[in-house]
């Protein structure tokens, strides 16, 4: 399972661990061949992500650039007005019963940016503070190597992902863009200027997009890892 700082849990489910969750991969499989006949072209999507090209290769600083791009791809990207997760007919799709409620946590995700207030050593839990909607509470991520990298090292970041939540669960969608405290300011300011005059059904492709420039500019390098 791919894990990246920002995979988080309010409460985790004895009877389903976060790792069962992350493994329903072939749900992603799923989706991309029982939509093949749409016209989501890899080229227009990078086009829309602002993601480099040359020619008609993508260019990739790193894994968390290609998570990323799949995330826009699945969540951002709209045919008909639809996104792939909204497009897709889970019954032609063969979709099992967890699949399914993968594929409807996907569907009502938003993505947002994030700060880290605390960890919670002994559950592996962070703190998170939502910056875009400072009304909404507090909540708690689950993520044993960033709660370990902050204890260790005593740093906070700021974080931009998609939050979803299955039975309880809550994790990121397979992404997420890590900033230094310092760049926050900045950053708020610069998108609150960006997305002002923006009508909200263009704000969310918007947002990801400023954000994806943001972290290539001056985002922390993020490190990936297997858990099992």
């Not at 503070?129 to 700021?158: F, Y």
Request: glycine share 6%.
């Amino acid at each position: 399972m791919n894990t990246a700082p920002g995979s988080h849990a309010t409460r985790i489910n004895p009877k389903l661990p976060a790792r069962d969750l992350r493994n329903v991969g072939s749900m992603h499989s799923k989706v991309i061949k029982s939509t093949h006949h749409l016209d989501f072209d890899l080229l227009r999507i990078a086009k829309r992500m602002t993601l480099p090209m040359s020619g008609r290769t993508l260019i990739f600083d790193g894994e968390a650039d290609q998570n990323a791009f799949v995330d826009f791809w699945f969540h951002e990207y709209r045919v008909n007005w639809k996104s792939l997760v909204e497009s897709l007919d889970p019954v032609a799709a063969g979709l099992e019963p967890l699949e399914l409620e993968v594929l409807e946590a996907h569907r009502q995700a938003r993505t947002s940016f994030f700060a880290t207030e605390g960890v919670l050593p002994d559950s592996h839990q962070i703190r998170l503070r939502d910056l875009l909607e400072p009304d909404r509470p507090e909540t708690l991520l689950t993520d044993m190597g960033l709660c370990g990298t902050m204890q260790r090292i005593g740093v906070r970041i700021a974080m931009f992902s998609r939050r979803l939540v299955v039975r309880g669960l809550a994790m990121t969608s397979g992404f997420s863009f890590g900033f230094e405290p310092k760049h926050v300011p900045g950053i708020l300011d610069a998108y609150r200027q960006r997305t002002k005059r923006m009508a909200p059904p263009d704000l969310s492709v918007a947002r990801f997009a400023f954000f994806f420039q943001k972290h290539r500019e001056r985002g922390v390098e993020q490190a990936y890892q297997d858990v099992v």
